[in-house]
């Protein structure tokens, strides 16, 4: 009986440490809409395992795109959106993204990537490893719009770093100087790297 007691024990710390980071994140998101409350619209949506697993299975496997949008819902474990559109006397600043940034990072989160175009930003941090990405928030940032996607994964980082490649290719600039999609003949074949921040670019480099 004992040991039975320690074994349940122990298995509600590891799920309680599992859903730490999670709720780290969605408690710095929600802290975020809270400072635009009556200055913003401000919607939120949930999509649990069940569902994205059926999303998975429904869409039809008739071209690389379905395959792809297939292959990300298939490691997807959970999504939430948070959707704000500001009012138009007010404008969302960029000390307010960075306070959010910064309360991510005290909750181990790293930032794999900036993208920017002219209309908009994109972020995405992540508390994960290059081999398990873990939790990861999408911020899309434009002046009077945010889109917050805070996602639980197991999407290694090669995968999200070829999908931006798909759809950005030369569009996308890493911290090297290489362009996405390029390869240097003459390097070796490198482990997979958390990209720390990537140049402005002319176009929106994540299309969904």
Known sequence: MRNKLLILGAATLLSLAAT???????????????????????????????????????????????????????HLRRVKLYVMQVDSDAKIDNSAMARLKASLEKAHFESLAD?????????????????DLGN???????????????????????????????YALSDLHLPNGRQAGTKDNNSKPEAPKAVTAVDSVDTVALQQ
Not at 140 to 164: C, G, H, P
């Open 136 to 166: 990861v928030v999408l911020a899309v940032k434009s002046e009077t719009d945010v889109v917050f996607v805070s996602l639980r994964t197991n999407l290694k980082l090669q995968e999200v770093a070829d999908v931006i490649n798909k």
């Open 115 to 131: 993208v920017k175009s002219k209309d908009a930003v994109v972020h995405v941090m992540s508390d994960g490893k290059p081999e």
């Open 20 to 74: 730490m980071p999670a709720q780290a994140q969605n408690k710095a998101l929600r802290q975020f809409c809270r400072e635009y409350r009556g200055q913003a619209e401000i919607h939120t949506f949930a999509v649990g395992r069940p569902l994205l697993a059926l999303a998975s299975w429904v869409i039809p496997n008739e071209d690389e795109d379905t395959r792809v949008v297939k292959h990300l819902l298939h």
